[in-house]
């Protein structure tokens, strides 16, 4: 009970915004993970290789802050492994558009 | 004089000799990845991932001005994915909803006009 109470009332805890900050960049992986099932077709190659990118980077700007931030380290990884692999179905995809099992075939 | 200013920014703590300026900087790719995708069909928005830049984008912006010293360029920065974000989700909620009004719409003066003949 009394190190949940430090928690609630810690500087950077959830009455801040130095909490909720890197839990918003947990939504990322959230919605990598809610569409990684859909078709290739729909993901977007732009945004998908900018969070690569963007992840990336801040995995070593998590590992270098003053105070090194573990929680902004793992959201990092994780949306990292979520983004890479959403990039790789997306390129797997693009040379198969025209053999989509919905795609209608008007040949004969 | 210009020599010295841009020796201080080459060489400073948070310059473009390390992360901290260069990780900041590469987040406004998503944000110009997302208004290049403006012109892609709807279809192809997801909800989740747009949902999530506003969030993170309304929420960085209370974060850059909390801190010190404020943080100006993250602060445009996310109000500009939140920006993006409300854009795609507009966009998709009138390209699933709306479209079925004006549909409806349009059918409805086809079967008007075609009793108009008789």
Known sequence: MASFRAFWNSPVGPKTTHFWGPVANWGFVAAGLADINKPPELISGNMTGAMCIYSALFMRFAWMVQPRNYLLLACHVSNETVQLYQLSRWAKGQGKQTEHPMAIKYNA | ?118
Not at chain 2, 1 to 22: D, E, R, Y
Not at chain 2, 48 to 64: D, E, H, N
Not at chain 2, 78 to 101: C, P
């Open chain 2, 1 to 118: 004089m210009a020599a010295s200013k841009l020796q201080s920014f080459w060489n400073h703590p948070a310059g473009p000799k390390t992360i901290f300026f260069w990780a900041p900087t590469v987040k406004w790719g998503i944000s110009i990845a997302n208004v290049v995708d403006f012109s892609e069909p709807a279809e192809r928005i997801s909800y989740p991932q747009q949902v999530a830049l506003m969030c993170t984008g309304l929420i960085y912006s209370r974060f850059s001005m909390v801190i010190t010293p404020k943080n100006w360029n993250l602060f445009g920065n996310s109000i500009f994915m939140a920006g993006t974000g409300l854009y795609q989700v507009t966009r998709k909620i009138r390209h699933d909803y709306m479209a079925e009004l004006t549909e409806a719409k349009e059918q409805s003066q086809k079967s008007l006009r075609s009793q108009d003949l008789h």
